[in-house]
């Protein structure tokens, strides 16, 4: 289906891709206090942050930024390596108070609206469901969103993005050491961030029931069965 967006609100903070490819979407939670301050942040050229989408509880969709251009969204963070993820990623961001101002489920209607974004923009660009992150996969030192009440598992079941973690111990799971190459190959940035905040923002997204475990059996078995879906995802 086609995404009604409203584009009276455009964002004068962008600049040029460079003619790099878009590989990635970065989903955010705005962390304020509603849409109205998000929005008029966002839009704010002192402020010299944006988005290419913003999306309201509601579903309404705002075009900020034209994906042609570079929007300011990711900061500071890396994936696979890629240290500029503004320059190959599309940036949507969702209306959510996040952990500072009361966190809370994203209504379904505001849900809908963000997996259409990501099908069209996935049609698009040719981006399959391995390419679909959250801001905290990036920047893990520094970030939450958008948080371990996103629901992933719908993303995953539209085949969207990589799902969760089923719940599996299989006998033959990762040792602790075998664990920092696996978030490395998933496309942490373990060497720059450290183990620990990779660790916490993997748990956040795909095991949010084992937050604060560490390694524990169930977390390393979590990254190995995650890894391997990461790894067929880019394999077809």
Same mark, same amino acid.
């Given at each position: 289906?086609?995404?009604?967006?409203?584009?009276?609100?455009?964002?004068?903070?962008?600049?040029?891709?460079?003619?790099?490819?878009?590989?990635?979407?970065?989903?955010?939670?705005?962390?304020?206090?509603?849409?109205?301050?998000?929005?008029?942040?966002?839009?704010? /050229?002192? +402020?010299?942050?944006?988005?290419?989408?913003?999306?309201?509880?509601?579903?309404?969709?705002?075009?900020?930024?034209?994906?042609?251009?570079?929007?300011?969204?990711?900061?500071?963070?890396?994936?696979?390596?890629?240290?500029?993820?503004?320059?190959?990623?599309?940036?949507?961001?969702?209306?959510?108070?996040?952990?500072?101002?009361?966190?809370?489920?994203? /209504?379904?209607?505001?849900?809908?609206?963000?997996?259409?974004?990501?099908?069209?923009?996935?049609?698009?660009?040719?981006?399959?469901?391995?390419?679909?992150?959250?801001? #905290?996969?990036?920047?893990?030192?520094?970030?939450?969103?958008?948080?371990?009440?996103?629901?992933?598992?719908?993303? #995953?079941?539209?085949?969207?993005?990589?799902?969760?973690?089923?719940?599996?111990?299989?006998?033959?799971?990762?040792?602790?050491?075998?664990?920092?190459?696996?978030?490395?190959?998933?496309?942490?940035?373990?060497?720059?961030?450290?183990?620990?905040?990779?660790?916490?923002?993997?748990?956040?997204?795909?095991?949010?029931?084992?937050?604060?475990?560490?390694?524990?059996?169930?977390?390393?078995?979590?990254?190995?069965?995650?890894?391997?879906?990461?790894?067929? +995802?880019?394999?077809?």
């Amino acid at each position: 289906m086609m995404i009604n967006i409203d584009p009276s609100r455009p964002s004068p903070n962008f600049d040029s891709r460079d003619d790099a490819s878009i590989s990635l979407i970065v989903l955010h939670y705005t962390g304020m206090k509603s849409g109205g301050d998000a929005l008029a942040r966002l839009t704010d /050229p002192t +402020a010299k942050v944006s988005a290419h989408y913003l999306v309201e509880e509601d579903g309404h969709v705002f075009g900020l930024v034209d994906e042609q251009h570079r929007a300011w969204h990711a900061g500071v963070g890396a994936w696979l390596g890629v240290t500029d993820v503004n320059r190959i990623s599309i940036g949507i961001e969702i209306v959510n108070p996040g952990h500072e101002w009361g966190y809370k489920e994203f /209504p379904p209607p505001q849900v809908a609206a963000v997996m259409d974004i990501i099908r069209e923009a996935q049609q698009r660009c040719g981006i399959g469901p391995e390419g679909v992150i959250g801001h #905290s996969d990036l920047a893990p030192h520094r970030k939450d969103d958008p948080g371990e009440l996103f629901p992933w598992g719908a993303l #995953s079941d539209a085949g969207l993005a990589i799902g969760q973690w089923s719940g599996s111990v299989p006998d033959d799971i990762p040792s602790g050491e075998d664990v920092f190459g696996l978030l490395t190959e998933i496309g942490y940035g373990v060497d720059a961030f450290g183990i620990a905040s990779c660790l916490v923002a993997f748990q956040r997204r795909f095991c949010p029931q084992l937050l604060g475990q560490s390694f524990s059996p169930e977390t390393r078995a979590a990254v190995g069965e995650i890894a391997a879906r990461f790894r067929d +995802a880019r394999c077809v």
